[in-house]
């Protein structure tokens, strides 16, 4: 099982609509959780980080986090062709070292 | 958060030779990393580089075929030596730990993309 897992997509919702990211973890003991948004050719940008369970809201985008299921997601509401890009979950490790899931390629459509 | 800047953004390499990568951040941060991202891929660790000691490796990496130095809390340097086209890939820097940060959360740099022939 890999430490962290997305699934790869593409993820295809249409323009205004919300998109879901989902992010599952091995490690029970991980802390500290973050969605990077990485578009084509570019480096990965932070978008949002979340360590308490619930739900944690900036703007459009919606982080919630569910230790217990060891679950992780990413909701981006009103969806703009913008947005389309690759979106990594990256859990940290008891060491400070942070492992990255396979990331979820989002196409939003006008 | 700290502005990090790379050098060079990019380069083309012949098999055999060594090039070493520069990041630079903006003011004093406490963890820099290096980062392997192959075509396609995600993000893999390289090393976290300590200043004033040896960097500490992930399995896979060797000190030989990647050294890497930390002089002072603001600049570090990764060398990918005798290359093979299999060294193509985009190399990232980041930071964290420092003063601008909120939490313990990373930046990265804008990457280094290597080929190597």
């Known amino acids: 099982q890999k430490e962290v897992e997305q699934n790869s997509g593409p993820l295809s919702v249409p323009e205004g609509a919300i998109a879901s990211l989902n992010c599952t973890y091995s490690d029970r003991g991980s802390q500290s959780f973050f969605w990077y948004r990485q578009y084509s050719g570019k480096s990965p940008e932070l978008i949002m980080f979340?360590?308490?369970?619930g739900d944690k809201e900036d703007g459009r985008f919606t982080a919630q986090l569910n230790k217990a299921s060891q679950y992780v997601s990413l909701l981006i509401r009103d969806s703009q062709p913008s947005d389309s890009a690759t979106y990594l979950c990256?859990?940290?490790?008891?060491?400070?070292?942070?492992?990255f899931g396979q990331g979820t390629t989002l196409q939003v459509k006008p | 958060s700290a502005v990090i800047s790379q050098k060079p953004s990019r380069d083309i390499c012949q098999r055999g030779t060594s090039l070493t990568i520069q990041c630079q951040v903006d003011s004093q941060v406490t963890m820099m990393f290096w980062y392997r991202q192959q075509p396609g891929q995600s993000l893999t660790l390289i090393a976290t580089?300590?200043?004033?000691?040896?960097?500490?490796?992930e399995s896979g990496f060797v000190i030989d075929k990647f050294p890497i130095s930390r002089p002072n809390l603001t600049f570090s340097t990764l060398t990918v030596s005798n290359m093979s086209p299999e060294d193509s890939s985009i190399y990232l820097c980041?930071?964290?730990?420092?003063?601008?940060?909120?939490?313990?959360?990373?930046?990265f740099g804008p990457g280094t993309r290597l080929t190597v022939l």
């Open positions: 580089a300590n200043q004033g000691s040896e960097a500490t490796y």
């Open positions: 980041s930071q964290s730990g420092g003063s601008k940060n909120e939490y313990n959360e990373q930046f």
């Open positions: 990256a859990v940290e490790s008891n060491t400070g070292k942070l492992i």
């Open positions: 979340i360590y308490s369970n």
